[in-house]
């Protein structure tokens, strides 16, 4: 089995956000935002591509602020379907927005993103990924697990050995209060 944690000490980028972010719980509304646009981005690219467009996919879209992003009208479509620093898909542009507008219902239903994606701890991988198609758009299962493993709320991050589950492990992420088994079921 090849683990991203060996792939990530060969390349600055990858290495830093294996260090800092991967599978460490993240409960701020922003970050939480914009770790969800680069993955639906990342749908049929490489995670290569995402994290040396990072920079400017979070210019373009105003640091990820879901206030912002959820205020974008055609003429802010437009502009990031014209800007080559970015994914210029329309649907993955469209499901960005909608999905800040989403994110802004959250706060009135559960309280906000984390507080909705807490609300709902544990499920299984296939539960994870129905409710997020629920509540989202463009979030099939490979971008829910990846997002879900990223904050911290399914295992599977970093390999046991790796120094930075160590890190992480300390920090107790949600998956962690769930028996492991739990995660086991079909795919």
Same mark, same amino acid.
Request: net charge neutral.
């Given at each position: 089995?090849?683990?991203?944690?060996?792939?990530?000490?060969?390349?600055?980028?990858?290495?830093?956000?294996?260090?800092?972010?991967?599978?460490?719980?993240?409960?701020?509304?922003?970050?939480?935002?914009?770790?969800?646009?680069?993955?639906?981005?990342?749908?049929? %690219? +490489?995670?290569?591509? *995402?994290?040396?467009? $990072?920079?400017?996919?979070? /210019? @373009?879209?105003? #640091?990820?602020?879901?206030?912002?992003?959820?205020?974008?009208?055609?003429?802010?479509?437009?502009?990031? %379907? +014209?800007?080559?620093? *970015?994914?210029?898909? $329309?649907?993955?542009?469209? /499901? @960005?927005?909608? #999905?800040?507008?989403?994110?802004?219902?959250?706060?009135?239903?559960?309280?906000?993103?984390?507080?909705?994606?807490?609300?709902?701890?544990?499920?299984?991988?296939?539960?994870?990924?129905?409710?997020?198609?629920?509540?989202?758009?463009?979030?099939?299962?490979?971008?829910?697990?990846?997002?879900?493993?990223?904050?911290?709320?399914?295992?599977?991050?970093?390999?046991?050995?790796?120094?930075?589950?160590?890190?992480?492990?300390?920090?107790?992420?949600?998956?962690?209060?769930?028996?492991?088994?739990?995660?086991?079921?079909?795919?």
């Amino acid at each position: 089995m090849s683990w991203y944690c060996d792939y990530a000490e060969e390349k600055a980028h990858h290495k830093t956000y294996h260090d800092a972010e991967y599978g460490f719980p993240q409960t701020d509304e922003r970050a939480l935002f914009e770790l969800q646009c680069l993955e639906l981005n990342q749908a049929g %690219l +490489s995670w290569d591509i *995402i994290l040396k467009k $990072r920079p400017t996919l979070k /210019a @373009a879209y105003d #640091n990820f602020e879901v206030d912002k992003v959820a205020a974008y009208g055609d003429r802010d479509t437009a502009r990031l %379907l +014209s800007d080559p620093g *970015i994914i210029r898909n $329309r649907l993955k542009v469209a /499901a @960005a927005i909608e #999905n800040a507008k989403r994110i802004q219902a959250l706060r009135d239903s559960h309280g906000g993103f984390a507080a909705w994606i807490a609300a709902h701890h544990p499920l299984t991988r296939s539960q994870w990924t129905k409710l997020f198609r629920q509540q989202s758009k463009f979030m099939g299962g490979e971008i829910v697990n990846e997002l879900l493993m990223c904050i911290g709320y399914l295992p599977g991050a970093h390999r046991e050995n790796c120094p930075i589950f160590a890190k992480t492990t300390k920090l107790s992420p949600p998956w962690m209060e769930a028996a492991k088994d739990f995660y086991t079921e079909d795919a």
